[in-house]
């Protein structure tokens, strides 16, 4: 079945052709406009989607060699994500769907992080996933496809967020994670020390708000010139930590679970420490090519594609939902 896949939840605006889990054509707009503000603005993200959408959407179909008549498909991402940002995508997909007279599927962003590994390797269920971005952080037993057990998430920050949060503190820009990755990869990660929350709370949840604090407590100790000399240090510390956090909550649910298959996506999924940390657990990591760890739209066309074959669509009336979680 042929597929267009709409991804416009945050900064992102792509859109992706995708039939047999083959990808057909992806375009993808990562908006450069927020970059100055240090985050995320929703109403310029709004803007930025309703100028690059119908033009990415027009370049998807020459790339394919296709015409919007050869869609069989509209999937669409509804959330979870700014509510503006979502709307522009939904309604442009609902006009197409409309024009075309073709079903339409809303997908839960996090659900189309965890299929871009449906695209990329047999891999059979159960397994376990751990997706990690700049708005989440949930530990899940994927059962079956489209089948979740949220074993732990974050109780307040996400670890993107951390990532993000942090890189501001020290003046880097956004997004934070890859900053903090390339600096860290000249540090050491045990020259300062920072807190592992949550090691001993007796669940799967996740907490990354204490460590940001810890940074800025530790930041305002340090004069200006050392913070500036021990950068690296600071960036390896804090990653360290992060990963970390996130790799004992992993190794418990393994455990729990006895499933030694894992899949590691969203946008910190394509850390290398956290990548090179999950493997030394002696688990098979699957872990997408760093284009498929952030957002995209062939994440949302593939489970899309899924959905739509068994016959699962959603009415024309389908609203956002901007909190939409996985269960
Ligand atoms: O999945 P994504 O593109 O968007 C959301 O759904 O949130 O994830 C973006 C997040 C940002 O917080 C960014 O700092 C983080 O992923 N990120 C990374 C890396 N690349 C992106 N964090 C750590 N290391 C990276 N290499
Ligand atoms: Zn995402």
Same mark, same amino acid.
């Given at each position: 079945?042929?597929?267009?896949?709409?991804?416009? &939840?945050?900064?992102?605006?792509?859109?992706?052709?995708?039939?047999?889990?083959?990808?057909? &054509?992806?375009?993808?707009?990562?908006?450069?406009?927020?970059?100055?503000?240090?985050? %995320?603005?929703?109403?310029?993200?709004?803007?930025?989607?309703?100028?690059?959408?119908?033009?990415?959407?027009?370049?998807?179909?020459?790339?394919?060699?296709? =015409?919007?008549?050869?869609?069989?498909?509209?999937?669409?991402?509804?959330?979870?994500?700014?509510?503006? #940002?979502?709307?522009?995508?939904?309604?442009?997909?609902?006009?197409? #769907?409309? +024009?075309?007279?073709?079903?339409?599927?809303?997908?839960?962003?996090?659900?189309?992080?965890?299929?871009?590994?449906?695209?990329?390797?047999?891999?059979?269920?159960?397994? /376990? +996933?751990? /997706?990690? $971005?700049?708005?989440?952080?949930?530990?899940?037993?994927?059962?079956?496809?489209?089948?979740?057990?949220?074993?732990?998430?974050?109780?307040?920050?996400?670890?993107?967020?951390? *990532?993000?949060?942090?890189?501001?503190?020290?003046?880097?820009?956004?997004?934070?994670?890859?900053?903090?990755?390339?600096? =860290?990869?000249?540090?050491?990660?045990?020259?300062?020390?920072?807190?592992?929350?949550?090691?001993?709370?007796?669940? !799967?949840?996740?907490? *990354?708000?204490?460590?940001?604090? +810890?940074?800025?407590?530790?930041?305002?100790?340090?004069?200006?010139?050392?913070?500036?000399?021990?950068?690296?240090?600071?960036? +390896? $510390?804090?990653?360290?930590?992060?990963?970390?956090?996130?790799? %004992?909550?992993?190794?418990?649910?393994?455990?729990?679970?006895?499933?030694?298959?894992?899949?590691?996506?969203?946008?910190? =999924?394509?850390?290398?420490?956290?990548?090179?940390?999950?493997?030394? !657990?002696?688990?098979?990591?699957? =872990?997408?090519?760093?284009?498929?760890?952030?957002?995209?739209?062939?994440?949302?066309?593939?489970?899309?594609? *899924?959905?739509?074959?068994?016959?699962?669509?959603?009415?024309?009336?389908?609203?956002?939902?901007?909190?939409?979680?996985?269960?």
């Amino acid at each position: 079945m042929i597929v267009l896949g709409i991804e416009t &939840s945050c900064d992102e605006t792509a859109v992706s052709i995708v039939s047999g889990r083959k990808v057909l &054509s992806e375009k993808i707009y990562s908006q450069e406009v927020h970059a100055k503000y240090g985050g %995320v603005v929703p109403e310029l993200a709004s803007r930025d989607h309703i100028k690059k959408l119908f033009p990415l959407t027009r370049e998807a179909f020459s790339d394919a060699g296709l =015409a919007p008549q050869d869609i069989e498909g509209v999937a669409v991402s509804a959330g979870p994500g700014l509510p503006g #940002a979502l709307l522009v995508g939904t309604t442009f997909a609902k006009g197409l #769907a409309t +024009a075309l007279n073709i079903p339409i599927i809303a997908i839960n962003h996090l659900e189309g992080h965890i299929f871009i590994i449906r695209l990329l390797y047999d891999l059979p269920t159960p397994f /376990l +996933a751990l /997706l990690v $971005s700049g708005g989440h952080t949930e530990l899940v037993l994927v059962k079956e496809w489209g089948e979740y057990d949220v074993l732990g998430t974050t109780r307040d920050d996400a670890a993107g967020e951390a *990532f993000d949060k942090a890189a501001k503190a020290l003046g880097l820009p956004y997004p934070g994670g890859p900053s903090i990755e390339k600096l =860290a990869k000249k540090g050491n990660p045990k020259a300062f020390e920072f807190p592992r929350a949550m090691l001993k709370s007796g669940d !799967l949840d996740f907490s *990354f708000s204490g460590l940001k604090t +810890a940074l800025i407590n530790m930041l305002r100790k340090l004069k200006k010139n050392e913070v500036e000399n021990r950068l690296a240090d600071i960036a +390896a $510390s804090f990653q360290e930590a992060v990963v970390d956090s996130l790799i %004992v909550k992993l190794a418990d649910a393994v455990k729990l679970t006895g499933t030694k298959n894992v899949a590691l996506v969203g946008g910190v =999924a394509a850390n290398e420490r956290l990548r090179e940390k999950v493997s030394e !657990l002696g688990v098979k990591l699957y =872990a997408p090519p760093k284009k498929y760890c952030t957002d995209n739209a062939t994440m949302i066309a593939c489970a899309g594609e *899924f959905y739509l074959e068994k016959g699962v669509s959603s009415p024309l009336t389908f609203s956002i939902k901007p909190n939409w979680g996985l269960q």
